[in-house]
Nanobody, 122 residues
Framework: QVKLVESGGGLVQAGGSLRLSCVAS????????MAWFRQRPGKEREFVSG????????DYVDSVKGRFTVSGDNAKNTVYLEMNSLKPEDTAVYYC???????????????WGQGTQVTVSS
């Protein structure tokens, strides 16, 4: 069993920054891939960013490239999402996910956190 716990969400003004954290515990895959998805009001869950643990290779959706940075701390089994230049359209519940292979498809991740709310005011 794998448990993922996100933190770091909150309310921020447009142009501001937040850093989300996701701590993984339990029987996490050694060569795992971890990702951030978000679900905006009235929208489907969408891929935001991901990282392959062994290679460090990262991936981003076009709308956040240059603004968001994903990183991982192997010692802490934690993945971070640094979000800068936030926009009102970034408002969403952000979810952490863990799987064996990097993918932009939510079905590729069997383990999910409970989500953390990010609200960006204009």
């Amino acid at each position: 069993q794998v448990k993922l716990v996100e933190s770091g969400g909150g309310l921020v003004q447009a142009g501001g920054s937040l850093r989300l954290s996701c701590v993984a515990s339990g029987r996490t895959p050694n060569n795992k891939a971890m990702a951030w998805f978000r679900q905006r009001p009235g929208k489907e869950r969408e891929f935001v960013s991901g990282i392959e643990w062994s290679s460090g290779r990262t991936d981003y959706v076009d709308s956040v490239k240059g603004r968001f940075t994903v990183s991982g701390d192997n010692a802490k089994n934690t993945v971070y999402l640094e979000m800068n230049s936030l926009k009102p359209e970034d408002t969403a519940v952000y979810y952490c996910a863990c799987g064996w292979r990097s993918s932009q498809w939510s079905g590729g991740y069997p383990y999910w956190g409970q989500g953390t709310q990010v609200t960006v005011s204009s």
